[in-house]
């Protein structure tokens, strides 16, 4: 029986965990024992267990990975001198049969009604195979599973390629070279490999064995996919301020020296002259110093390693100019703990059944309420964006292998590695969708969405919002959301607008979803964005967080549609899915609980730049608690400059939500003034925030007002009701002065300036079109100052000033009237204005009465 290093990773539960060493191929003069033991299997095997196959998935190494996990009771095996043995027999759909086998003694087993498990692996190309294993005692009792398994790579992105050729079975070893050829069709001249070693855990004293295994095989996978005539390697840690191994001429024979250096590597345990030295050292630096000034420089840098956030020698200016070289960064995230299993030969805590379908890699990824690009900087990555260098989140082998294509695109080439295919026509001189690779453009609009989204600095831009709600002609339908949705695929006028109403809202991204406050309020809070609303429809996601969802997601289902025109431009169409285990977008219910939805849709790319420029979403059919049968967005993206850089950011976006009434919504969402905020400016979060529609601005000054002091506010500068929006500020003063009610003293005189706010502009046409203004005052201006104002409106009818004459005239019918307030409106004045006036003159008068704070 052969032996062979990182075969089976397999632990017994017991208080020290025991491994089992080794599974490799057996030999060609075992294989008929081992032929005969599989046709043997007893009806009545004797040996309890629970076998879990783990579905093939691509390992960093660019190979596909498999394996299984065997449950077991340990009183079977109670005391000492027991053995076990794994016999594996893998038919690959076309071809013979492969046979691998393990075995262990295993140490003295107390009694114990404990579990004991233990994984084995291997590995397979692409194809479909029948995976049986055999597991067995010294009293030759036997544990028996079969099972299917298929191993296919993501053809439809074309993300990752297997090095090993279709229907071949092989143990776990390290890469010794591609079988099906490299992803890259040609060779480089000089390659630097700058390799960053650390833990994946801070407080680790160690790297961990997983961490190493996916640094060795990601190593080996650029020596193998990158071929370059000279590679230098340089293997170095930041925080013991030390270059661990340095070696020009590197090749994969030479691949153990570098595990041998990472092995030995101890962070928790830093030299005390490098402490000493700290503020004079700076090891990154001081090798992209040496990068930059090589006097044979190379054709690329590569930068790669765990994601740190260790500073970088602040005396390291950003370059002056791109240096020549292209340069990169292969940042590893944190990987599934599914992922890790089998590289890290560890138990889990689940339920094993024999019967169950292999475990998809996929299955354990968690769902976050929303994905954050609010992480700790990292100082690499940030490195390298003043080099204008690409920074690639690899959090899978997927990952890795888009990112190695992405860099092979970018790589200046000294000779092809392999024969150009033959042309029977001269290359195209620019990018067009008949020239271009539908897949290749997938992954560079990727690599950039990903890249803004861990550089875009925080900021802020105006949401402007215009709702419009539509209602059935004949009245609310009583129809399933099946017979609503096929009955507005086909043309119809049945619709008729009942209501427009318009919002301005200030939107960033807080730590894991959109925030938002009112336009030009001084802070954010913790407000959701339904609290700005009182009623009718709204979403979350089109400002950024829709887009990295997709864009995020491990294993979204990408497929080419075809070309399409817009603006006079051909651009590259994809459409997507994404199910509802693996979703992040959420609907609202009646009961204000929130429900994970599916959805799916397409995107327009420009061939040329790889610019994202539409994405549709459409959500899969909605339950009847949401009371929507479904909703589509439509967001169209630009770049805005932000710090001296571009990115990527929605400039308007369609919401259509269909009712499940037959009723319908469109918010039509447009995106402006959006700006960079600094630690030190005025935006900030927390309990005090007030931008909330339930609170005032706060502001420092006189004491607060006492309550039931009757206060007279008009208008001190009219508001145009064309083109104004619930969030917009107003300016008032007092309308006659502010009496202490005991010693009747003037508290504030008339013509004190008063500020606030809009709080709803509502069109209402159905019935009669009319204005719909609610609005609040916040502050009044106490010498000098500005405090608080809580009020309460008095609710009778009010005279208009009128601004022409200046004098007062008593109410008419046709003059403004109090309309009744929505839920949540009580401390708001809501005021009806007949559609064709124009604005809210200057003057207008409203009349409050102060509230205990």
Request: glycine share 6%.
């Amino acid at each position: 029986m052969k032996s062979a290093t990182l075969l089976l990773a397999a632990v017994v539960a017991l208080a020290a965990r025991v491994p089992i060493h080794c599974q490799g191929l057996l030999d060609a003069d075992q294989i008929p024992e081992a032929r005969q033991a599989f046709e043997a299997v007893p009806p009545n095997p004797g040996l309890r267990c629970e076998i879990t196959p783990v579905h093939p998935d691509l390992d960093y190494s660019l190979r596909f990975r498999t394996g299984y996990i065997v449950a077991f009771p340990l009183n079977q095996i109670g005391g000492a001198g027991h053995r076990l043995e794994a016999l594996v027999r893998v038919s690959p759909e076309h071809g013979k049969a492969v046979y691998l086998a393990s075995e262990e003694n295993l140490p003295e087993v107390p009694v114990t009604k404990a579990p004991g498990e233990f994984t084995g692996t291997f590995l397979v190309g692409e194809g479909k195979y029948n995976v049986e294993l055999l597991v067995r005692d010294e009293n030759r009792r036997t544990c028996y599973g079969d099972w299917v398994i298929q191993a296919r790579s993501q053809t439809n992105e074309r993300a990752a390629y297997s090095v090993m050729p279709e229907g071949a079975v092989q143990e776990v070893a390290l890469p010794t070279g591609p079988e099906t050829g490299p992803l890259s069709p040609k060779r480089i001249g000089r390659l630097t490999i700058l390799l960053h070693a650390m833990p994946r855990s801070p407080n680790s004293g160690k790297i961990e064995d997983a961490t190493l295994r996916m640094l060795q095989d990601s190593l080996a996978s650029l020596l193998l996919q990158l071929p370059a005539n000279a590679v230098r390697l340089v293997v170095f840690n930041i925080d013991k301020q030390a270059v661990l191994l340095q070696k020009d001429g590197f090749v994969l024979d030479d691949l153990p020296q570098a595990i041998a250096a990472m092995e030995q590597l101890e962070p928790a345990v830093i030299d005390v002259k490098t402490l000493e030295n700290r503020d004079k050292l700076d090891v990154l630096s001081d090798l992209v110093y040496k990068e930059l000034h090589e006097p044979k420089p190379a054709d690329a840098v590569i930068l790669m390693g765990p994601q740190t956030a260790s500073p970088p020698d602040p005396s390291l200016a950003p370059a002056p100019q791109r240096p020549d070289a292209p340069w990169f960064y292969l940042q590893f995230r944190e990987t599934p703990a599914l992922a890790l299993l089998l590289y890290e030969g560890r138990t889990i805590d689940a339920g094993y059944n024999a019967s169950q379908p292999p475990i998809q890699p996929t299955s354990t990824r968690p769902h976050y309420n929303q994905p954050s690009v609010k992480e700790p900087p990292d100082h690499i990555a940030l490195l390298l964006h003043s080099l204008q260098g690409a920074t690639y989140p690899i959090d899978s082998a997927h990952a890795l292998a888009a990112a190695i294509r992405r860099m092979s695109s970018l790589i200046p080439a000294d000779e092809p590695s392999l024969p150009p295919a033959p042309r029977t026509s001269p290359p195209a001189t620019a990018a067009t969708p008949e020239n271009v690779d539908p897949a290749e453009v997938l992954t560079r609009l990727r690599d950039r969405v990903l890249e803004h989204a861990a550089h875009v600095p925080n900021h802020v831009c105006v949401e402007t919002i215009q709702r419009d709600r539509f209602e059935p002609i004949a009245g609310r339908l009583k129809r399933s959301c099946d017979s609503i949705l096929a009955k507005r695929a086909r043309p119809s006028r049945e619709l008729l607008l009942d209501r427009t109403d318009w919002l301005r809202l200030d939107v960033g991204m807080g730590k894991n979803q959109e925030i938002y406050s009112w336009a030009g309020a001084p802070r954010f809070d913790d407000s959701e964005i339904q609290d700005f609303v009182p009623r009718g429809a709204i979403g979350t996601g089109p400002f950024a967080s829709m887009l990295l969802s997709i864009f995020q997601d491990r294993d979204p289902n990408y497929r080419f549609v075809g070309t399409t025109q817009k603006g006079g431009r051909q651009l590259l169409e994809y459409s997507f899915t994404i199910p509802q285990d693996f979703s992040h977008y959420q609907v609202m219910t009646r009961g204000k609980t929130w429900w994970i939805t599916g959805y799916s849709g397409t995107f327009q790319v420009d061939p040329q730049t790889a610019d994202l420029v539409r994405l549709t979403v459409k959500t899969d059919e909605l339950p009847e608690s949401t009371d929507s049968c479904q909703v589509e967005s439509t967001l169209e993206y630009g770049f805005v400059s932000l710090a001296g850089f571009d990115y990527l950011l929605p400039k308007s976006t369609r919401q259509r939500f269909i009712g499940a009434g037959g009723e319908e919504a469109e918010n039509k969402i447009t995106f402006s003034a959006c700006r960079e905020y600094r630690g030190e400016s005025t935006v900030s979060f927390g309990e005090s925030a007030v931008s909330g529609p339930a609170a005032s601005p706060a502001a420092s000054g006189p004491a607060p007002l006492r309550a039931g002091m009757p206060m007279a506010v008009e208008l001190a500068a009219p508001v145009t009701l064309r083109g104004a929006a619930a969030g917009d500020r107003i300016e008032g003063r007092l309308a006659e002065p502010l009496l202490d009610p005991d010693s009747h003293a003037a508290i504030a005189p008339a013509g004190a300036r008063v500020e606030g706010r809009l709080m709803r502009l509502t069109l209402e046409r159905a019935g009669g079109s009319e204005y719909q203004v609610a609005l609040r005052w916040e502050t009044l201006e106490i010498a000098g100052r500005p405090v608080t104002l809580l009020l309460k409106p008095i609710r009778r009818e009010t005279a208009a000033k009128d601004a022409k004459d200046k004098s007062r005239r008593a109410p008419k019918a046709r003059d403004t009237e109090i309309a009744t307030p929505l839920p949540g409106e009580e401390r708001y004045g809501v005021y009806r204005f007949p559609a064709r006036q124009l604005a809210i003159d200057s003057g207008f008068r409203t009349e409050w009465e102060t509230i205990a704070h």
